[in-house]
C-alpha cells in the first residue's frame, strides 16, 4: 500500500497526552505523520520520519485532526431568514418555529433533502469537518422520520433518531399519544437507521418523564442516547442524561450547581454548541465551569435552519475561546477528541498510529490561530479517511 509523509509540520496536535509536550494536545513541534490506506501509521519529531512513496512538506504549517461535528441537524428543506431577521429585530427563539422547517421538510423530495445534507457537508469539509452525526426531527410521522434516517445514513454512520424533537402539530391536543407514537410505530420504523436516540427535553417540547420513556424506549431497541438538554431554561435533562448514561447532554447553557457536578462526575459528555447562543442572542453556556468540574466537555456546530444555521466548526473553536471561557486548546481538543468523545469512538479525533488518516492542514503556524483570526478560511488541506478530500 502507498504510505505518504506530512512532514515540518510546525505545531501538530496529535490529541495523545503521551506525545510532544505532554499536555492533552499532545503538541508536537516540527512534527510528521505517516498515513498508509485510511489510517495513521506513523506520528513523531520530522527528522526521525520513515521513508515513504510520497512526501507532502507542510513547511512551517500547523496540523490538527479532522473536526468531529457531534451534532447536527442536516436532513431539512427551506430556511428560516424571515425568523432569524425578526430575533436580530428583537423577538426571542422559540423552539415552535421547528414547525415551519417541518412543513418544508416534508414537502421535499427525497433528492432535495439528500442534496442539501450533501451541500452542508461539502461547506463542512472545506472548513475541516471529517466526522459529522446528523438526525432527523423535522418528519415527525412515521415515514417522513425513517425517510429522514435513510438519506441521512447515505452521508454518515453517526444517525440520531430525533422523532422526539417537538410534539408533532398532528398531535397537538394530544401530546401522550405523540409520545406513545414515537415510542412505538415511530421508533420501530425508525431504529433500523439510527446508531442513537435524541430528544428534546425542554418547556414546550418534552418533559422528563416523557425524555425519559423515550430514550429508555429507544435502549430497548438497540439505540444509544443522548439528548437536548436545558438549552433554553433550567430543567431535569442533564440530570436525566447522566441517569440514563447518554453519551451526551447538549447544550447545557442553564446549568445549577447540581447539573455540573453530575456532569463532572459521569461519563456523559457535555455537549457546547455556541452558533446556537450566537444566532438566538442567548446567554453563552459556561464551558470554564464545566472543566473546573472535570467534566468532558465537546464543542459542536448545531447545524440547524433554526437556532444555529453554520456548518463551520473554527467559527465555534472562536466563539467559544471568546465567550465560553475556553483556551484555544480546549476548544480545539473539545472539537476534535470531544467530538469523538461525544459520539463513543476512539478511531477518530486523534493523530496516532491506528487512528483514522483523518487530518487538516492548516495556513497558520499554530492551532490558535483559529480563535486568534476568528472569520478566516485558514483550512489549506483536508484529508478524511487517508484520501485528500480539499
Ligand atoms: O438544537 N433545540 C432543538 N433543536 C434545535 C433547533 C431546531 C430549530 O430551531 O429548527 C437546536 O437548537
Ligand atoms: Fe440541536
Not at 21 to 35: E, F, S, Y
Not at 78 to 102: H, K, L
Not at 180 to 206: K, N, S
Not at 223 to 238: C, D, F, K, M, T
Request: proline share 5%; with cysteine; aromatic share 6%.
Amino acid at each position: 500500500m502507498t504510505t505518504t509523509a506530512v512532514t515540518h509540520i510546525a505545531s501538530l496536535v496529535t490529541n495523545d497526552p503521551s506525545l510532544g509536550n505532554g499536555t492533552p494536545l499532545g503538541l508536537i513541534q516540527d512534527g510528521a505523520v505517516v498515513i498508509e490506506g485510511d489510517r495513521i501509521v506513523w506520528t513523531g519529531e520530522s527528522s526521525k520520519a520513515p521513508d515513504t512513496d510520497n512526501v507532502l512538506d507542510a513547511a512551517g504549517r500547523a496540523v490538527i485532526p479532522g473536526f468531529v461535528d457531534s451534532h447536527s441537524h442536516l436532513v431539512f428543506a427551506g430556511d428560516r431568514t424571515e425568523e432569524f431577521n425578526a430575533r436580530m429585530s428583537g423577538q426571542p427563539y422559540r423552539a415552535g418555529g421547528i414547525r415551519t422547517t417541518v412543513a418544508a421538510t416534508r414537502a421535499a423530495t427525497d433528492e432535495e433533502l439528500s442534496a442539501n445534507v450533501a451541500r452542508y457537508l461539502a461547506e463542512a469539509l472545506r472548513q475541516g469537518t471529517t466526522t459529522f452525526e446528523t438526525k432527523s426531527g423535522y418528519g415527525l410521522t412515521v415515514e417522513d422520520e425513517a425517510r429522514a434516517l435513510r438519506i441521512a445514513g447515505r452521508h454518515t454512520d453517526e444517525v440520531t433518531y430525533l422523532g422526539a424533537h417537538i410534539v408533532s402539530p398532528d398531535y397537538a391536543d394530544d401530546p401522550a399519544g405523540y409520545v406513545d407514537l414515537v415510542t412505538g410505530p415511530m421508533l420501530e420504523a425508525c431504529a433500523p437507521h439510527a446508531r442513537w436516540i435524541d430528544v428534546f427535553c425542554e418547556q414546550g417540547a418534552f418533559d422528563g418523564d416523557q425524555a425519559r420513556a423515550i430514550l429508555t424506549a429507544g435502549r430497548a431497541k438497540g439505540l444509544h442516547p443522548r439528548i437536548h438538554a436545558n438549552q433554553l431554561s433550567y430543567g431535569p435533562g442533564v440530570q436525566l442524561a447522566v441517569e440514563l448514561d447518554a453519551a451526551s447532554a447538549d447544550h447545557c447553557t442553564h446549568l445549577t450547581d447540581a447539573d455540573v457536578d453530575a456532569l463532572g462526575q459521569g461519563s456523559t459528555v457535555a455537549t457546547l454548541l455556541p452558533g446556537a447562543e450566537f444566532s438566538t442572542r442567548a446567554t453563552w453556556p459556561d464551558a470554564r465551569r464545566l472543566l473546573d468540574a472535570g467534566a468532558t466537555v465537546a464543542l459542536s456546530t448545531d447545524c440547524n435552519p433554526g437556532s444555529s444555521f453554520t456548518s463551520s466548526m473554527p467559527f465555534c473553536v472562536a466563539l467559544a475561546v471568546r465567550d465560553m471561557g475556553m483556551t484555544p486548546d480546549e476548544a480545539i481538543w473539545s472539537a476534535t477528541a470531544g467530538g469523538a468523545a461525544a459520539l463513543r469512538r476512539t478511531d477518530i479525533g486523534r493523530i496516532t498510529p491506528g487512528a483514522r488518516a483523518d487530518l487538516v492542514l492548516l495556513d497558520a503556524p499554530s492551532h490558535v490561530h483559529l480563535a486568534y483570526r476568528p472569520g478566516v478560511p485558514l483550512v489549506s488541506a483536508v484529508w478524511r479517511s487517508g484520501e485528500r478530500v480539499v
